[in-house]
């Protein structure tokens, strides 16, 4: 099959675009991981909670403000109003996040990691018939936000058909991914984080409450779960098994990049989403397979993952 | 014949290396016989069925196999269903494709096609322990799920089903049944698998091996140091482990005689293995059976009265982390949990109110505990 080079640039800007979606969902993951020493089953259900949340929320919204208005003034209103309407999303996750913690988990650190892994998939079933139960069997969608973003030109300036929504996701990735790394890197409570993941009992020898590090490191998690959920959602729509092929790919991201680590969560991400974006075209039925032959590969060269464990460097 | 032995003062007797004390073997003969009455007992209620209590023992035997790992090695497979899978799938391919009709040879084909699985997946997995081992076992299980989704050979998600031949299902000793006495015999079957499996299992808890894999299980480094061939060892538990899931997926194949990428490859699937395991009791032999069998009939009969049965199972799953961690056979043995309550109601019928109160006190500290560390994440110490 011949593939041109703009279809090769569009599939290719695809892959970058569920990339990053792939790397909010992967980096709460690992971070867990590495803080918690827990593997969350439930952080799929996490991520379509809050693309089903963001139905909501962005309805409510453009309810307010309407929509938008003409001119550069009114799209930028509406452009940010979008943005505030994701992040409103993501805040209503992390009071879900804490409980799960500090109710559920917390209990339970002390037992055979089996226990966790039982604990984590009990919420996984309890969210998917919470959410069958608010939001109703069938698959529901918000086309308002998707088309009005589309109508902003951007690709077409450099003749490229191509839509504005996925320029917008891939360029709200990299604010995301630089804020995270930011966050971990220069802030307080960011090198707290780090320096409970190498290190707990010299942690809590210097006076960290690890206990307020679980609780906020899970919270992180949910909320850039329920980040990317919003953030995925108005091209598709939100349907009750949204969250298991992500959270799936997200442990192949895991595996690929180094438990625990945030820098191989995101080469790994975008690793992920582009080549299974480009079997999309070259091999169709490769797509589902590509990711889990990549880390089969990866694991026979480089056992440790990309970039081994986190800590030292964010 | 039995041989009369001594068992920490209690009489007990010897038979093929099983050793029993008489009130274990009332257990046993009764289990036997009531495993052989099922078909029967089925077929007095309607709620009741065979093919579901049939299923709950199939992905019960996988998760024997499993709790071989979980129990002494303290290996999490989150991927069993990839030998159950590989089971089914060989079964189904060998059917459609070899046109074999018989059943012995379709399960030797699961067998031996588990086998391979199970040798490769080791080998790539077995390299690293606790929740990454865990991880690649189910990235593993997803890549064959994948496999068999987009293979149209496979039946893509679809399925295969298994009509060797002219017959229109498989043959037993030679023979075509009608499917009802298909069903019973293919049950029978089962059962005559099972009690070999758990045989087999009981003795390999019983050999030095077991005492291998429970010193890696404990201490790697230490095992190490003692000369135990650790790879080695704990490679070949977990490809014993596969064979009994694919001899159940083996099995599945033949009774239901179609599969499906969904049922039997699926993520869900193994998590489904590993929580049979925890559920019956992952520190007995027959507890994962026992948990395969409720699991699947909760599953069964929750589907009857809601739409929301997987919330029932979510909620039978916590109380089960949270109340009966040693799963249903660990709590209902001597000195479980449920044996001690019910001593202790015998003896002051007033202990209920106290365990009422216990029971709230201890959920208020958790809302409170809960509460404190949100307010401390939203507003910091003071």
Known sequence: MAVTPTAALVQTLNGIQFGFILFMIASGLTVILGILDVLNLAHGELFSLGAYTAIGVFGFIIGIIGPPGGGVVGTAVFVLAVLAAVLVTAAILLPVGTLFEAVFLRQIYDRDQVYQLVLTFALLLILLDVKKFIWGDSSIRTDAVYSAINTIPTSELVGLNYPT?????????????????????????????????????????????????????????????????AMAVPPTAATLEMGTNPLVLSFVVIVIGGLGSLRGAFVGALLVGVIRSWMITLYPPGEIAAPFAIMALILLVKPEGLFGTWGETA | MPERVDRDGTPAYRFLGVEVTRRETVFLVLGVVFLFVIPDIAGLSDSLQLSVIHQGLLFGFAAVGLNLLLRHTKLTSFGHAAFFGTGAYATAVLARYAGIQSVGLLLLGAIAAATVMAAIIGVLSLRHTGLYFALLTLAFGQLLYAIALGQSALGGSDGLPIRPGPANQPLLFGTAFSPDVYQVLTYYLTVVVILIGLFVMYRITQSPFRNALDAIGQERTRARFIGLPIRRYVWAAFVISGIYGGVAGGLYAVVRQYVRPEGTLFFLRSGDILFMAILGGFRTLVGPLIGGVVLIFLQDVGQDITQYYEFLTGVVLLILVYGFPRGIVGSLRSGGIVNARLSDLRREPSVLSTWGRSAVQSIERKVTEALTSLRIILFGVD
Do not use: H, P
Not at chain 1, 180 to 193: A, C, D, Q, S, V
């Open chain 1, 165 to 229: 929504y996925n320029v917008f996701v891939i360029l709200v990735g990299m604010v995301s991914v630089a804020g995270l790394f930011w966050f971990f890197e220069r802030t307080k409570t960011g090198r707290i984080i780090r320096a409970t993941a190498i290190d707990r009992e010299m942690a809590t020898a210097i006076g960290v409450s690890t206990d307020r590090v679980f609780t906020l490191v899970f919270a992180l998690g949910a909320f850039l779960a329920g980040f990317a959920g």
